[in-house]
């Protein structure tokens, strides 16, 4: 039965052992800074005629252990750790998603918009709520992935196909949204610090990729729209029989009367907020705006506080839910919530005093650079166009998410080295961003997703003998289907010549130099 199940679990597990034998994120960050600091001894007594563009000087790899490196390496260490930009910036997210997920407003909020639907618009509206739950973070697939396997199977489909649907939601939310979420400002923080190995003027926007992520979100529905009642709902009902008895009177898809009013008054508190938003920004003298009145440009104030603006928008509402509907009893309960969900962030946190270390000696030994312009110059040399740039770029970065699926771990790999190599042939950071944004679409199918366990186990109360092989399978025609649209939505951007968000652009210029 397992084998009929999935066809392809050979490989897949195959794929499993490979990535379950690699050390964790953060210790192949700590080989990567001791592979950095002998390099960078190697290298400094080879002489280049590699050209910094921006200094029009030769590039020179600076010695990490030199006598007067170290010394200056253990005194920005502590430093290098808490300038750190992703760690402050989902610290902060986080911790207003954890008042509003403690308080029970996420769950709620995802049960509410699950509950007006026609049977008819079933798996597209499941779509949209999981493009739209992206916004939550992971807080997402506790809730939505049982309420919407629930909700097929009451409706006499495939509760297997319901899970698979919200899942390629949530993972297609990553590059299509509606709103920005944490995730916007992480990757910004990574792409303006690669662009400065190259031009250290360089401004990147934090939402430079949001007409680009608006407009995916079209394509992105329709896809699962289609994969789910044409290609995996048939195949899970002619391979995946349901073989679970299923208690329909556990209805997680209920709200209490109290749940209601607390979503009731939460809701006026964020029609509120935007109304009160909207009065800041409108006077063009407002402080919000950047000196010559633009609301968009990475100057700014309000672009610089999109993270303190998704903490409020999360924290106020959730407060006032949890204290209407009577989860929040006091304010240890608050604060309770926001303690519980830190708990997750101890991995990441251990992950960012690494990475930061090894970002600093990268980019301060100069082998960034150098590897930057040698990678530029071998593109140029090879006459690529920039469109077959950009979907080698894509490529690489779906193949290395087989592996690494974390957008954080992987996008500090990549954004030093590709960031600033595209630069160098004339592809702007923006660019390079929203494709690297693309390869999200091959999450889905990996068993190293970490979120595999959990979903499985969603299965399991359905399907008994689903496996990883099982939910790989699902999931492929989704990342197959969305990693195409998405490609297609970017390219028509370009050939169209429109803008893929705030501040951005398609080209970079080398500034000449003074």
């Known amino acids: 039965m397992a084998d009929s199940i999935s066809p392809n679990k050979g490989f897949l597990n195959r794929i499993e052992r490979v990535g379950n034998a690699m050390p964790s994120i953060t210790m192949l960050f700590l080989y990567a800074l001791i592979i950095c600091w002998i390099l960078s001894l190697l290298l400094s007594f080879v002489q280049f ?8 000087e030769n590039i020179v790899v600076v010695n990490m252990f030199n006598y007067d490196e170290i010394v200056t390496f253990l005194t920005k260490m502590v430093g290098n750790f808490i300038t750190f930009p992703p760690l402050s910036i989902t610290i902060v997210a986080t911790l207003g998603i954890g008042i509003a997920e403690g308080s029970g407003f996420i769950n709620t909020a995802l049960k509410k918009m699950l509950s007006f639907i026609s049977p008819k618009m079933l798996t597209p509206t499941v779509a949209f709520v ?3 739950a ?72 934090v939402l430079c990729n949001y007409f680009f992520s608006l407009g995916g979100t079209f394509g992105v529905i329709l896809v699962c729209w289609f994969v789910t009642e044409k290609i995996v709902e048939p195949w899970l ?31 006026f508190t964020i029609i509120g907020l935007i109304a009160l938003l909207a009065i800041l920004l409108y006077p063009d003298s407002s402080p919000f705006r950047a000196p010559n009145g633009s609301l968009t440009s990475s100057a700014a104030p309000v672009m610089q506080a999109i993270v303190p603006l998704l903490f409020i928008f999360f924290a106020v509402p959730g407060l006032v839910y949890g204290f209407v509907a009577g989860t929040f009893k006091s ?10 969900i830190t708990k997750s962030l101890i991995s990441f ?27 530029a110059d071998l593109l140029r040399s090879l006459s690529m166009p920039a469109w077959l740039t950009i979907i080698g770029m894509i490529l690489l970065s779906s193949c290395i998410n087989l592996i690494i699926t974390s957008a954080t771990s992987k996008w500090a790999i990549m954004a030093p080295v590709m960031v600033p190599m595209l630069m160098a042939v004339g592809l702007s950071p923006e660019l390079t961003q929203a494709s690297f944004r693309i390869s999200a679409a091959v999450n889905i199918s990996t068993p190293m997703f970490p979120f595999y366990p959990l979903i499985l186990s969603y299965c399991h109360k359905y399907c008994s003998k689903a496996g990883v092989g099982t939910l790989c399978s699902m999931m492929i025609p989704f990342s197959i289907g969305i990693w195409l649209v998405l490609v297609a939505t970017l390219f028509i951007y370009w050939g169209f010549e429109i803008p893929i968000g705030f501040d951005s652009s398609y080209t970079y210029s080398v500034p000449p130099t003074p």
């Open 130 to 132: 999981g493009v739209v």
């Open 237 to 267: 009902n002619k391979t995946c029989p349901i073989d679970c008895q299923v208690d329909q009177a556990d209805n997680i898809n209920q709200i209490s009367p109290s749940e209601a009013k607390g979503f009731r008054w939460a809701g």
């Open 349 to 375: 946190i251990v992950f960012c005093f690494i990475a930061a270390q090894f970002l600093y000696s990268f980019g301060h030994s100069n082998i960034g650079t150098l590897i930057s312009i040698a990678g």
């Open 134 to 205: 992206h916004v939550v973070s992971d807080s997402a697939y506790v809730i939505l992935m049982p309420v919407s396997a629930l909700m097929f199977y009451a409706s006499g489909r495939h509760p297997l196909a319901g899970i698979a649907t919200a899942f390629a939601g949530l993972a297609g939310g990553f590059t299509a949204s509606y709103t920005p979420s944490q995730i916007d400002p992480i990757l910004q923080s990574f792409t303006e610090k690669a662009a400065h190995l190259l031009d250290p003027s360089y401004s990147v926007n």
């Open 49 to 56: 005629d590699y050209v910094n563009p921006l200094t029009k």
């Open 331 to 340: 304010s240890k309960d608050v604060t309770s919530s926001m303690e519980n």
